[in-house]
């Protein structure tokens, strides 16, 4: 079920106040019921699997609580196995069957193993992780094995953040299903914000920005310098807006309810380092692969050789959870790029910055080292968003061709005349970026403190005009036509 669409205005507004209207005890089931048939709205057999990994894990954790010694790390080994079978078979089969067939033909040989013809379910890969994190913190002594079965099915498939995340740890979310969430109208109304929030990100600004990189990915050598230059300022604006719009909507609606899911995002644009881009970037993925990859392989406390390739692994890892394609891989490859070189040179970068005097210009050089992170990141999105790897070698070597003159013709006789067909007219367009300024507005305004709790505080002559041009915004600027999440492939 898709949180822009009507289908889920109606499913929101009929769980959320019999969720208030039933006795505590009745109201694990009844998430839990909503929760599957949230999920069964997409493809309804694939709730098996989800039932599959569901018994795996709550039986491993049951176990894992009564055994001792190295059984304990083979059932943990054993639940792994469990999941990433899972994901090999749905998600990586046909791309690992094709990469054996294409190192088979150097010896003109063909792969003995058939290609399946499976659909990927969605989000296997956020629900899957959360499971495996249950078992890890279980054998870890960090979390009590679940005994409730229905709480821990509720754990995994809690549907407002089913799909997309954020992925949660057991130490967070399952003591709150016992909690009970009594009717608080500010919580409520907090969250109620939030979802807002989200739908304005994913349908004003993210939605009415897709058709611009969907036409020229769909067929990048059709363009050059300036219409690539837009193509992939708009994914990167674009897949923001829809990714931290979904987490926005998931947490707001969490919320209302009273459970308290992780930040997902803080203003990961406004990042001055790639480093502190992760820190700010699918916050609960990529602390899910710090503890669970990075730190176990040693992290930064090995020998500067081994720290580097342990950062490499940790991406590799991270692009092919995003996807069984090279392009996903050699995106992960790049940040893994990017953080080595920027821990190999910084002596000389700081060098730089006194030399030159950005050190004592500090408001000046925070704004160069925004502007260059956020040009290495949209740069790597070429990879991410690109359909093959020759495709964003074309996008890389062609977005300088005949850029000056487009730039000439745009600032200096103010027309822009790129004789393509973008996806976007000049309405869009200007929506779009009036909607971009007004997010940035509200992102810089949050370095003073939180927005929503300064509108709470307005009397209500400035706090329902507000609700409402929010509102009427999102209905008559908005793109509604059901458009999938990004992530929800994933």
Same mark, same amino acid.
């Given at each position: 079920?898709?949180?822009?669409?009507?289908?889920?205005?109606?499913?929101?507004?009929?769980?959320?106040?019999?969720?208030?209207?039933?006795?505590?005890?009745?109201?694990?089931?009844?998430?839990?019921? @909503?929760?599957?048939?949230?999920?069964?709205? #997409?493809?309804?057999?694939?709730?098996?699997?989800?039932?599959?990994?569901?018994?795996?894990?709550?039986?491993?954790?049951?176990?894992?609580? &009564?055994?001792?010694?190295?059984?304990?790390?083979?059932?943990?080994?054993?639940?792994?196995?469990?999941?990433?079978?899972?994901?090999?078979? #749905?998600?990586?089969?046909? %791309?690992?069957?094709?990469?054996?067939? *294409?190192?088979?033909?150097?010896?003109?040989?063909?792969?003995?193993?058939?290609?399946?013809?499976?659909?990927?379910?969605?989000?296997?890969?956020?629900?899957?992780?959360?499971?495996?994190?249950? /078992?890890? $913190?279980?054998?870890?002594?960090?979390?009590?094995?679940?005994?409730?079965?229905?709480?821990?099915?509720?754990?995994?498939?809690?549907?407002?953040?089913?799909?997309?995340?954020?992925?949660?740890?057991?130490?967070?979310?399952? !003591?709150?299903?016992?909690?009970?969430?009594? %009717?608080?109208?500010?919580?409520?109304?907090?969250?109620?914000?939030?979802? =807002?929030?989200?739908?304005?990100?994913?349908?004003?600004?993210?939605?009415?920005?897709?058709?611009?990189?969907?036409?020229?990915?769909?067929?990048?050598?059709?363009? !050059?310098?300036?219409?690539?230059?837009?193509?992939?300022?708009?994914?990167?604006?674009?897949?923001?807006?829809?990714?931290?719009?979904?987490?926005?909507?998931?947490?707001?609606?969490?919320?209302?309810? *009273? %459970?308290?899911?992780? /930040?997902? #995002?803080?203003?990961?644009?406004?990042?001055?380092?790639?480093? $502190?881009?992760?820190?700010?970037? !699918?916050?609960?993925?990529?602390?899910? %692969?710090?503890?669970?990859?990075?730190?176990?392989?040693?992290? @930064?406390?090995?020998?500067?050789?081994?720290?580097?390739?342990?950062?490499?692994?940790?991406?590799?890892? @991270?692009?092919?959870?995003?996807?069984?394609?090279?392009?996903?891989?050699?995106?992960?490859?790049? !940040?893994? #790029?990017?953080?080595?070189?920027?821990?190999?040179?910084?002596?000389?970068?700081?060098?730089?910055?006194?030399?030159?005097?950005?050190? =004592?210009?500090?408001?000046?050089?925070?704004?160069?080292?925004?502007?260059?992170?956020?040009?290495?990141?949209?740069?790597?999105?070429?990879?991410?968003?690109?359909?093959?790897?020759?495709?964003?070698?074309?996008?890389?070597?062609?977005?300088?061709?005949?850029?000056? &003159?487009?730039?000439?013709?745009?600032?200096?006789?103010?027309?822009?005349?790129?004789?393509?067909?973008?996806?976007?007219?000049?309405?869009?367009?200007?929506?779009?970026?009036?909607?971009?300024?007004?997010?940035?507005?509200?992102?810089?305004?949050?370095?003073?403190?939180?927005?929503?709790?300064?509108?709470?505080?307005?009397?209500?002559?400035?706090?329902?005009?507000?609700?409402?041009?929010?509102?009427?915004?999102?209905?008559?600027?908005?793109?509604?036509?059901?458009?999938?999440?990004?992530?929800?492939?994933?």
């Amino acid at each position: 079920m898709l949180f822009n669409s009507l289908h889920f205005l109606a499913f929101f507004s009929v769980v959320t106040p019999l969720y208030f209207l039933l006795p505590h005890r009745s109201r694990a089931p009844l998430l839990l019921i @909503s929760s599957c048939y949230f999920y069964m709205v #997409f493809v309804p057999v694939y709730i098996l699997i989800l039932g599959f990994t569901i018994l795996i894990d709550y039986g491993a954790g049951l176990l894992l609580g &009564q055994t001792k010694g190295t059984r304990r790390k083979w059932l943990l080994i054993a639940s792994l196995i469990a999941n990433i079978g899972v994901l090999a078979v #749905f998600k990586y089969y046909n %791309f690992l069957n094709e990469s054996l067939g *294409g190192v088979l033909t150097l010896w003109e040989a063909r792969s003995p193993f058939p290609m399946l013809s499976i659909l990927l379910p969605i989000g296997l890969s956020f629900h899957t992780f959360q499971a495996m994190s249950y /078992t890890i $913190e279980v054998y870890r002594g960090n979390q009590p094995p679940e005994r409730n079965f229905l709480i821990y099915s509720l754990y995994v498939m809690f549907y407002p953040q089913l799909v997309a995340g954020p992925i949660e740890r057991p130490q967070n979310l399952l !003591h709150q299903f016992r909690e009970k969430h009594e %009717f608080d109208y500010q919580r409520i109304v907090d969250g109620l914000k939030l979802m =807002a929030w989200g739908l304005f990100k994913k349908v004003v600004i993210a939605d009415r920005l897709a058709p611009l990189p969907d036409a020229v990915f769909s067929d990048v050598q059709q363009y !050059h310098g300036l219409a690539l230059a837009l193509a992939i300022t708009a994914f990167a604006i674009q897949i923001y807006c829809d990714f931290s719009g979904y987490s926005d909507i998931a947490i707001g609606a969490a919320r209302v309810m *009273g %459970f308290r899911l992780m /930040t997902n #995002f803080d203003r990961p644009y406004h990042a001055r380092t790639i480093a $502190e881009f992760w820190r700010r970037w !699918h916050i609960s993925l990529s602390t899910w %692969f710090k503890d669970y990859l990075y730190i176990p392989l040693g992290g @930064s406390r090995v020998s500067v050789p081994r720290w580097y390739l342990n950062l490499v692994i940790v991406f590799v890892m @991270s692009g092919l959870w995003h996807g069984p394609n090279w392009t996903y891989v050699i995106w992960g490859l790049l !940040h893994a #790029f990017y953080l080595i070189f920027g821990l190999a040179t910084q002596p000389i970068r700081d060098a730089l910055r006194r030399v030159s005097g950005l050190s =004592a210009r500090p408001t000046l050089a925070s704004g160069l080292q925004m502007f260059c992170t956020f040009s290495l990141v949209t740069l790597a999105w070429v990879f991410f968003r690109a359909n093959t790897v020759g495709d964003a070698l074309y996008v890389l070597t062609h977005l300088t061709q005949g850029l000056g &003159q487009d730039l000439r013709n745009l600032f200096l006789h103010r027309r822009l005349d790129l004789g393509f067909n973008l996806g976007l007219d000049r309405t869009d367009l200007l929506i779009a970026v009036a909607a971009v300024a007004v997010m940035e507005f509200v992102h810089w305004a949050q370095y003073r403190g939180s927005v929503t709790r300064w509108v709470s505080q307005k009397p209500a002559y400035i706090r329902w005009p507000l609700y409402y041009a929010a509102v009427f915004t999102i209905l008559f600027l908005g793109v509604h036509g059901d458009r999938q999440f990004i992530y929800f492939q994933f």
